[in-house]
């Protein structure tokens, strides 16, 4: 399966950004989806996922202003953005892991076996 990150631009601080996440190659409908991001000098750092089941997990910092969702007829995952801040830039990757990860798996960047390439995400004060 290859992943197709995309959406990523330059916002102003209280903007919004939809980032798509699509799948070849195969279905995805049955993976759990994850998005993580990275920012200069720091650890990739998970940001949200979404399982088979719709249930959706994320990281403190962005609950209540990102959402994970996804559309199995076009077999892709987005990331809905909104209230962003400065702090939110890096470059946002989407990734594919087992339905099977036990909700305290789920941010730890090692337990995805593929990832796509990232999405560059800058928020300006």
């Known amino acids: 399966v290859q992943l197709q990150a995309s959406g990523g631009g330059l916002v102003q601080a209280g903007g919004s950004l939809r980032l798509s996440c699509t799948a070849s190659g195969r279905s995805i409908s049955t993976d759990t989806i994850s998005w993580f991001r990275q920012a200069p000098g720091k650890e990739r750092e998970f940001v949200g996922a979404?399982?088979?089941?719709?249930?959706?997990f994320y990281s403190g910092s962005v609950k209540g202003r990102f959402t994970v969702s996804r559309d199995r007829a076009k077999n892709t995952a987005y990331l809905q953005m909104i209230s962003l801040k400065p702090e939110d830039t890096a470059v946002y990757y989407c990734a594919l892991g087992s339905d099977r990860l036990i909700a305290s798996s789920l941010f730890l960047a090692n337990n995805y076996d593929s990832w796509g390439k990232g999405t560059q995400v800058t928020v300006s004060s």
């Open positions: 979404i399982r088979r089941g719709a249930s959706t």
